[in-house]
């Protein structure tokens, strides 16, 4: 089993920058991809930015060019860097972790706010 604990959501206003990092209790495997999702108020839980198996990022297009996901894995975190934030990025942000090995093993944070806002 794993934990994760996101950290650094907060209220900002439009046009400042976060970062949310996540924290897990295991270091990572040579096969972990980890990722973060946002459930929006009134909507789906939806991919924010994450890690592909090959080894790529992938960003949602509403995100691309102003968000950045990068890995410590010396510090056992998963950063995200939010930039030009608009409130349309209001949200729960969630860090997601999966273990590609004999199953496929999918882990999530508790959640973290954040709130963008004039």
């Known amino acids: 089993q794993v934990e994760l604990v996101e950290s650094g959501g907060g209220s900002v206003q439009p046009g400042s920058s976060l970062t949310l990092s996540c924290a897990a209790s295991k270091s990572p495997y040579s096969t972990t991809v980890m990722g973060w999702f946002r459930q929006r108020p009134g909507k789906e839980r939806e991919l924010v930015a994450a890690e592909t198996v090959s080894g790529t990022l992938t960003y949602s297009d509403s995100v691309k060019g102003r968000f950045t996901l990068s890995r410590d894995n010396a510090k056992n975190t998963t950063n995200l860097q939010m930039n030009s934030l608009s409130p349309e990025d209001t949200g729960v942000y969630y860090c997601?972790?999966?273990?590609?090995?004999?199953?496929?093993?999918?882990?999530w944070g508790q959640g973290i706010q954040v709130t963008v806002s004039a």
């Open positions: 997601n972790r999966k273990d590609y090995r004999m199953t496929r093993s999918e882990y």
